[in-house]
């Protein structure tokens, strides 16, 4: 299984994203979902997550600015990102415990990572 999660730009503060990751391969099952992202000369964050029933959690530098959501039929988890600040400025990567086909456990896997910028 891979993760590919395309989506990301130069963005104006005030701005909106919404990047996407797909999981692709023979997947059987899929846990929980998240975006980290790493700014520059920082540790990589959590910025959100999202259960396989829906229930979303979120850091605190993004609560009612960010949503995640996820659809289960393509496999695919979303982070709409509104009221962009310049500190949101990472690279952001898609994460999700992937279960494939023939497969016992489930394991973690990790997207690519694609940069967002937000600057005027």
């Known amino acids: 299984a891979q993760l590919v999660d395309p989506g990301g730009g130069l963005l104006q503060p005030g701005g909106t994203l919404r990047p996407s990751c797909a999981s692709s391969g023979s997947i059987f099952s899929i846990n929980a979902m998240a975006w980290y992202r790493q700014a520059p000369g920082k540790q990589r964050e959590l910025v959100a997550t999202?259960?396989?029933?829906?229930?979303?959690n979120y850091a605190d530098s993004v609560k009612g600015r960010f949503t995640i959501n996820r659809d289960n039929a393509k496999n695919t988890v979303y982070l709409q990102m509104n009221s962009l600040k310049p500190e949101d400025t990472a690279v952001y990567y898609c994460?999700?415990?992937?279960?494939?086909?023939?497969?016992?456990?489930?394991?973690?896997?990790w997207g690519q990572g694609t940069q967002v910028t937000v600057s005027s």
């Open positions: 999202i259960t396989s029933g829906g229930s979303p």
């Open positions: 994460n999700a415990d992937i279960r494939i086909t023939g497969g016992y456990y489930h394991y973690n896997y």
